[in-house]
């Protein structure tokens, strides 16, 4: 069946989009530490597929595999005044990969992970989408760049990028999950 424009006009939920500023990362880890964030790349996901070939089909026809598989979490955040954002991200990098860093300590793999939250507000900070990303932990974190030569005054930065397991989506209406977590 064919739709009309009509129809599709008609879908329209409405016609605002979504600001690319009040971005929020939020590591259940680190419940004392808020990452305002700059930029950040919401992993692709790749599916899996398989090729089915049949007496009537003997080429190459590709179907849905049996898998997904997750980029990298890429996030770019302001450092605050006192680098208490960054430091509590380094500190954790520095305790999945440095051992001297915990030596003399037992090594918990729980502690090496934690779910990680992405969250998009509106002007007023109201949530419009979260997405969370189960079992996160840092494999890369950029020191800060210091440029005193900028015309303007460009605040400190840094990146950081996450593995994770898999990742949820879950999107709200004045404030209120929707109840549709993906």
């Not at 879908?11 to 950040?40: A, C, H, W, Y």
């Not at 996901?45 to 179907?63: A, C, D, H, L």
């Not at 509590?88 to 090594?107: D, L, R, T």
Request: hydrophobic share 35%; with cysteine; charged share 20%.
């Amino acid at each position: 069946m064919a739709l009309s424009v009509q129809d599709i006009i008609n879908r329209q939920l409405e016609l605002s989009f979504t600001p690319p500023q009040g971005f929020f990362m939020i590591i259940d880890k680190l419940p004392n530490t808020m990452f305002t964030l700059q930029r950040v790349q919401i992993p692709v996901i790749s599916g899996e597929e398989t090729v089915q070939s049949t007496s009537f089909n003997p080429s190459k026809t590709m179907i849905p595999g049996s898998g997904m598989e997750y980029s990298v979490l890429s996030c770019d955040f302001i450092i605050d005044k006192s680098f208490k954002n960054y430091q509590e991200i380094f500190k954790w990098f520095k305790g999945n990969y440095a051992p001297e860093y915990k030596k003399g300590q037992a090594y918990d793999w729980k502690e090496t992970m934690s779910d990680v939250w992405i969250v998009g507000t509106d002007a007023g900070n109201t949530p419009l989408v979260e997405w969370r990303f189960v079992d996160a932990f840092p494999i890369s974190i950029d020191g800060p760049m210091f440029d005193a030569t900028m015309p303007d005054i460009e605040y400190l930065t840094s990146n950081v990028t996450f593995r994770h397991k898999y990742f949820t989506f879950t999107t709200y209406s004045n404030g209120a999950s929707n109840n549709d977590t993906i």
